[in-house]
């Protein structure tokens, strides 16, 4: 991979990241914080695709590796609503 490859796979992981934490309404933090919790949500999101025998709808594939983007955004959703739940418990 190259290092464009690499910058762009970091922005598509930003853009998921944050998309999933605006559908939940959850904010963890900045840019690099949103590129954390896509790359974390594409690992969730094809775990739970797997789990369930769901397809991968829309996957980026650039540099020989593969991104799904609507399970990024899913599985980003899912995490930073977890990450919601954790926060609200420990301010209690």
Known sequence: MT??????????AAICG???????GYSTGGL???IVVGVIGA????WVAREFNLPVFYALN???????IIWSI????????I????NRATRR
Not at 3 to 12: N, S
Not at 43 to 46: A, L, T, V
Not at 74 to 81: R, V
Not at 83 to 86: C, D, E, K, T
């Open 18 to 24: 944050s998309l999933g934490q605006v559908l939940v």
């Open 43 to 46: 690992y969730i999101g094809i």
């Open 62 to 68: 650039m540099g020989g590796r593969s991104f799904p």
């Open 74 to 81: 899913i599985g980003s959703a899912i995490f930073a609503a």
């Open 3 to 12: 290092l464009i490859e690499i910058l762009l796979l970091l922005l598509i």
């Open 83 to 86: 990450l919601g739940l954790i």
């Open 32 to 34: 690099l914080a949103s």
